[in-house]
């Protein structure tokens, strides 16, 4: 079945550094959504990417949508304390007809001040 | 605009045990989600629904679990019996349907057994 893997595991900044977390699909993706998750919360949608090469920002974060449409990267600048969670890249399989999210293995950031 | 909502919010058991959980998304979301996120890792598909139709439930481990969304509104997930890997957050998640949408997820349901 289709696999979607992330990396870093893992990240720990001091405030004011850049991030990045990069997402690896098995098969090619019809869209790709970015949720965060706050430590003991749900996740929380942050933004969606359709287009083969696209790319969208939200303030400091940067969000790139493979030209294969098989990976995506996430990109913080001048990080802050509240950018700490666990970020999930999630999308469904080209063709499937429906919306099956998948997540990812997720990339948790912890942020120093 | 009401979330999605979840019940219990926390649930102890015992091996062998069974449970129960139940979700009401967001009014008019024709798609509905069960995942199961253990700590640590990314939220696993369980189940989805199209209104009161079963879609995907490739991943359900069938001998145990089940799930029924009756009237394609609310939903329940049932685990019987319940295994010690079965701890795990349950997350309920809606969305409009279709494709290009995105999921808003309700606080989980947090299943200990012991």
């Known amino acids: 079945g289709q696999q979607v893997m992330q990396i870093p595991q893992y990240q720990h900044v001091q405030e004011g550094e850049d991030f990045t977390t990069y997402c690896n699909s098995s098969?090619?993706?019809?869209?790709i959504q970015w949720y965060k998750q706050r430590p003991g919360g749900h996740p929380v949608f942050l933004i969606q990417l359709v287009k083969s090469g696209e790319v969208k920002k939200q303030k400091r974060l940067t969000f790139q949508f493979g030209e294969a449409k098989k990976n995506s990267s996430l990109h913080i600048t001048a990080t802050q304390t509240t950018d700490v969670g666990t970020y999930f890249c999630?999308?469904?399989?080209?063709?499937?007809?429906?919306?099956?999210?998948?997540f990812g293995t997720g990339t948790r950031l912890l942020v120093s001040p | 605009e009401a979330g999605v909502a979840q019940s219990p919010r926390y649930k102890i058991i015992e091996k062998r045990q069974s449970v129960a959980f139940w979700c009401n998304p967001i009014?008019?979301?024709?798609?509905l989600y069960w995942y199961q996120q253990i700590l640590g890792q990314g939220p696993k598909l369980l189940i989805q629904?199209?209104?009161?139709?079963?879609?995907?439930d490739s991943q359900l481990p069938k001998d145990r679990f089940s799930a029924e969304r009756l009237k394609g509104v609310d939903s329940t997930l049932k685990i019987q019996p319940a295994k010690l890997e079965d701890s795990a957050v349950y997350l309920c998640?809606?969305?409009?349907?279709?494709?290009?949408?995105?999921?808003?997820f309700g606080q989980g349901t947090r299943l200990t057994v012991v």
């Open positions: 999630a999308g469904p399989p080209r063709n499937t007809g429906f919306q099956k999210l998948v």
């Open positions: 098969t090619t993706l019809s869209n």
């Open positions: 009014s008019g979301h024709a798609t």
């Open positions: 998640a809606s969305t409009t349907g279709g494709l290009n949408t995105e999921a808003f």
């Open positions: 629904f199209q209104n009161n139709g079963v879609v995907d």
